[in-house]
């Protein structure tokens, strides 16, 4: 009788099985889940709520006389009912809606805007509470203010 003898197929099957799962594993660490935590997750009713907020520029507003650029001024909003905020321009002039001090809202991102051109708009969808006091960076008499608050349809 002779001795069974070992094969080497064995042993590399199951090197070739350890390695396969370490690169799955690391795979899964390094790629999968910073990306699926990039964004916070965010209460559905935020993201998409019930109402818009439509602020506009007013025409005439390169003019330093006139009162009223950003109508209205300040605007109080909630969220998950109208935090999705539209800035539109009825001026003849390139406007922009810039933050006193910077802002980056945890989901959308930086709030600010590029050109605004005539008759076109900015939209921004606010997802956490804060004051925002902005203006317009060429334009700098023009102020305004978004007051973000927790709103009744998020408890």
Do not use: R
Not at 7 to 19: D, E, F, K, N
Not at 30 to 58: D, M, R, S
Not at 115 to 122: D, F, L, V
């Amino acid at each position: 009788m002779s001795l069974p003898t070992s094969s080497h197929a064995y042993g590399i099957g199951l090197i070739t099985v350890i390695v396969g799962a370490a690169v799955g594993i690391s795979y899964y660490q390094l790629y999968f889940l910073p990306e699926y935590n990039t964004k916070p997750h965010v209460n559905q009713k935020i993201l998409e709520p019930g109402q818009k907020t439509t602020i506009n520029i007013v025409e005439g507003s390169v003019n330093q006389d006139q009162p009223q650029n950003f109508l209205p001024k300040t605007q109080t909003i909630q969220l998950g009912v109208n935090n999705l905020v539209v800035w539109k321009n009825d001026d003849n002039a390139v406007h922009y809606v810039t933050p006193v001090k910077p802002f980056k809202d945890l989901y959308s991102g930086d709030f600010g805007s590029d050109a605004i051109k005539s008759g076109k708009t900015y939209t921004f969808l606010f997802t956490q509470e804060g004051k925002i006091p902005y203006y317009c960076k060429v334009h700098p008499w023009m102020k305004g203010e978004i007051d973000i608050e927790h709103g009744s349809l998020t408890s």
